[in-house]
């Protein structure tokens, strides 16, 4: 993903780096404006005028969105508006994205969903509520960032609209989920989005009201009062604890040297020649806090939301900056008891703020993964602790192995799994459904009767019994079976591998998020190699440059 | 989609034409055989071995289905299965595949899809169920061909198996719904139909039933028997009435003269310079039998199934021959009320076995306009017959344009569209909701109070207020504002408006046909335009000549 000679992106970044956004809270109600530097683009080549943004923009919304979380259980409605004075947001940069490669694209159009859906997430069950007081032109994935939140309030004016003009101006799709809210989310008739989705100027004022573009059109000397009532509004609906007190996110430590990735509890290690990324995720050391007062004093040192950061960066750094790693080996290591534990925290405290956040944030990682474009296999060994949030990462992998008894000449016991109440409905993926309902789609029974193993140690013949795992091949059999399946899947072609895996993890229900991410990237994917977008008369291509695009008409 | 130089492709054929496959039928059960000629391709450049199929042996298979649907109602179940005896159907033809351009390959797939979707919606709404017998091995788009059936029987030989090798052996998908099917059909669970669809070998036997890939394996020498026994059981649950006759599916008459492509009641003009076909329905011109046993006596001259054959045919035709007619303007011409009383004796006789087909077929083809990756606008003028059946190609169009009020000049009174009862439920769209009910997603009440409107004649402001069209132009501004508008969708570019169009189209709940539509096969589309499938080593060009594939393994 990275392009040939820069520097790897680093996602962790805090406001006090912040170049792009500003964010200002009053009470309840915090305000996040884009103010986006034109200098400030993450590669040079590009400037980021009127408000567009690249990787580098989003880098900063998704840092300060997780924030408002953590550090502001006080605040309860977040309106999303432009600091500039005649633009709201013209979208990802047309040159930025001209220039760049197509797993760049694909792969920046990813991230940048991951973010809309963490604001809808964040409304709907952090109950920190997002509107957007759209205060200028709002364009492309401007107005795609402003159909993220939950209620539009838009100036009435001669200059502001909301449009979609990527198709009529730049032969792509909207990237970041637009032709889905439209019509999933919003509602707006297929005909009218049709109609809207070619008008490269946008519709404006009653008639964006009229056609649910928008809620609600006001002067513009009105808007930003219209906005704070609407906002105190929904704040008045929330469930947020308004005398709670943040836990701050500190700097996430990690280290790289070579091929190692280093966390605290969780390793990667990048084997280049064979493509593949063993990643280890170690359980906790130590017993969990006996009560939720402590898991506060803890913060970013408790387990789980230790584990859910590391794992979230390390899944963004080897998405973005390591493209020829297709395959991630994913292991476990210490004491299932003890994960067990912690899911108990967890399970318990749930009411709690912050075990909310941290549960979501564990759902949103795991959803990460299930979204990469990367082959996942889990490895099950004497040692490690599958269970609850932690037996997650083997759902989530395209397949596992588990070894049946032990090995020679190794004295620890055999491997099991475990199930905990975590594994039963805190961790849906993109459908709706828990990865075990997933997983037993035709015989929901089967998930039932799962709960009955609760807490049990589950061997691998119990494992492969009970459906938890793929193949249990045993000491004789597993080296040759296991690197076997490595070395054959590291050489199949990446791109059916991505189409493969893209159709078969999403099975069941629809919802906006998986039609985005399995339906509506794989159209974008399609378009952002097409010749009539990135050919040499490609309509991106020539954007801007006072040449004309040429097209190859016929439809396929 | 024609190759250049191509004779187009004609989709009318007939068992005494058939060169690949043979009907024998024995009472309630049919037998439908594949036996593909070596040297039958449609295209010089390949040999068709092993059973394996190109578009030519694909609509004898689509005539076949449809001819046991009309021609046989005493027919309940058919087994589908090889004449020859050692192999089932290796799938699509792989030197067809490399030699085709991407255009040809993406447009064999859809016509494949819908003819097994066919086969699915007559095992389950005609009561003629499929169920296969795979009597030698059976890969890619053979499995996928029995996929679509409801029973699959399997010999437990050593020679026969079933198997997706299509990401292992050409690094592309399986082109016909396997993986959807697989996971959402037949709930195979998603990390066994990961390591399935990357066994080049497949799996065969008891893994195979396990799995549930196959219903049940039985001896070779067994086969026959138990799949005739299957039948038998399968027809015994059919409505399908055992002593009636069929009506004779006669030759299709067609005229193509220049640029006009002329049915009894449907007329297309194409227009190359402008790249639009203009499309015309005619209402029927007399009034409707009086009782269900004329329309036996009419059959193909039945003005309902009169209109599917000729639309069906046309919308092949366009799809497949003129790929550069990028947008199709629908009109209709008639009298409404006759359109009304048509539609009056599909509803009233739909317990009639005739009847109840030429309304399956009917949406068959209206599904066929909501997956053709064409532009649809209907253009609403007086001398129009937008009701009820007709008033569906209005619903499935992108947009409609009505004219308000009357034309200088022209003493017919101003159009106006009519709702009958086939516009509520006769007809659903591949998401199984209704077009009405598809386009009030977010006010479902709205279609119930459409109901109160009934047999009504709506002029523009009526239809526009009951949100049944979407522009309503008077005779001043129609002839700017519809050029303008066809003037620049055709201008767009033809793969961002495909992707748009799908994309707003499907709205609403997912169904397995949705999914195989608008997610699948724009993953498939994705896919196969990559290097690593399509470029000079990529693994579907080099396939069978002795060279091997190289890859860039970068993930996307």
Redesign the interface.
């Known amino acids: 993903?990275a392009q040939s000679g820069d520097v790897p992106v680093d996602f962790r970044t805090d406001p006090s780096r912040y170049r792009h956004w500003k964010v200002a809270i009053d009470g309840r109600v915090a305000t996040l404006a884009m103010d986006v530097r034109e200098d400030g683009g993450l590669r040079p080549g590009y400037e980021l005028k009127l408000n567009s943004y690249d990787l580098g923009v989003d880098i900063e919304l998704y840092d300060a969105v997780q924030r408002l979380r953590f550090e502001h259980p006080e605040v309860a409605a977040v309106i999303l508006t432009s600091a500039k004075e005649r633009v709201f947001c013209a979208g990802a940069n047309i040159r930025m994205l001209s220039q760049s490669s197509?797993?760049w694209k694909?792969?920046f159009c990813k991230f940048t969903n991951e973010t809309r859906n963490a604001i809808e997430e964040a409304t709907a069950e952090s109950r920190q509520i997002y509107l957007s007081a759209v205060n200028g032109p709002c364009a492309g994935g401007g107005y795609e960032l402003a159909l993220a939140t939950d209620h539009i309030v838009m100036a009435d004016d001669g200059n502001t609209s909301v449009s979609l003009p990527?198709?009529?101006l730049?032969?792509?799709?909207p990237g970041t989920g637009g032709?889905?809210r439209?019509?999933?989310k919003?509602?707006v008739?297929?005909?009218?989005?049709?109609?809207f989705?070619?008008v490269e100027e946008g519709v404006k004022g009653k008639r964006a009201v009229d056609w649910?573009l928008v809620d609600e059109v006001v002067p513009r000397s009105k808007l930003e009062a219209t906005a704070r009532r609407r906002a105190a509004e929904l704040a008045a609906r929330s469930d947020r604890p308004a005398d709670a007190r943040g836990i701050r996110l500190v700097p996430l430590e990690r280290t790289i040297e070579g091929d190692r990735v280093v966390y605290a509890y969780v390793t990667c290690v990048i084997d280049r020649a064979r493509?593949v990324a063993e990643i280890t995720v170690a359980a906790p050391a130590t017993l969990p806090p006996a009560d939720a007062r402590t898991i506060h004093d803890l913060g970013c040192g408790f387990w789980p939301l230790a584990l859910a950061r590391e794992l979230d960066d390390l899944v963004l750094h080897l998405r973005t900056n390591e493209?020829?790693?297709?395959l991630w080996v994913l292991r476990t290591t210490g004491r299932a008891d003890l994960v067990e534990a912690y899911d108990r925290c967890l399970a318990d405290d749930e009411t709690d703020w912050l075990v909310r956040e941290i549960r979501l944030y564990l759902k949103r990682t795991l959803k990460r993964l299930d979204v990469s474009?990367?082959s996942m296999f889990a490895l099950i060994e004497p040692g490690s602790c599958f269970a609850g949030t932690l037996l997650e990462l083997a759902l989530a992998?395209?397949?596992?192995y588990m070894l049946g008894g032990v090995r020679q000449g190794d004295d620890r016991p055999p491997a099991t799994v475990r199930l905990t109440a975590m594994n039963f409905g805190a961790y849906p993926m993109g459908n709706g459904l828990t990865r075990l309902a997933?997983?037993?789609?035709?015989?929901p029974g089967r998930v039932d009767d799962l709960k009955g193993r609760l807490g049990q140690d589950l061997a691998a013949a119990a494992a492969d019994e009970a459906?938890l795992v793929?193949?249990t091949p045993d000491d004789i059999d597993w080296d040759d079976e296991v690197r076997i399946a490595i070395e054959?899947?590291?050489?199949?072609?990446?791109?059916?591998?991505?189409?493969?895996?893209?159709?078969?993890?999403f099975?069941?229900?629809?919802t906006v998020e998986t039609?985005i991410f399995?339906?509506?990237s794989?159209?974008?994917?399609?378009?952002f190699?097409?010749p009539?977008?990135v050919g040499p008369k490609g309509?991106l291509q020539v954007y801007g440059t006072g040449q004309r695009?040429e097209?190859?008409?016929?439809?396929?």
Chains 1, 2 share one sequence.
Not at 323 to 326: A, C, R, S, T, V
Not at 551 to 556: E, H, I, K, Y
């Open positions: 993903m197509h797993p694909v792969n990527e198709i009529p730049l032969a792509v799709l032709l889905t439209l019509v999933d919003r509602h008739r297929r005909d009218r989005a049709d109609f989705c070619t649910g493509g493209p020829e790693i297709g474009s990367r992998a395209d397949r596992s997933s997983r037993f789609l035709g015989d459906g793929t193949f054959e899947r590291v050489a199949f072609s990446a791109d059916a591998l991505t189409g493969m895996e893209a159709s078969l993890r099975a069941g229900p629809e039609k399995a339906r509506l794989a159209w974008q994917n399609w378009v190699q097409r009539n977008a309509a695009s097209f190859d008409r016929r439809r396929v």
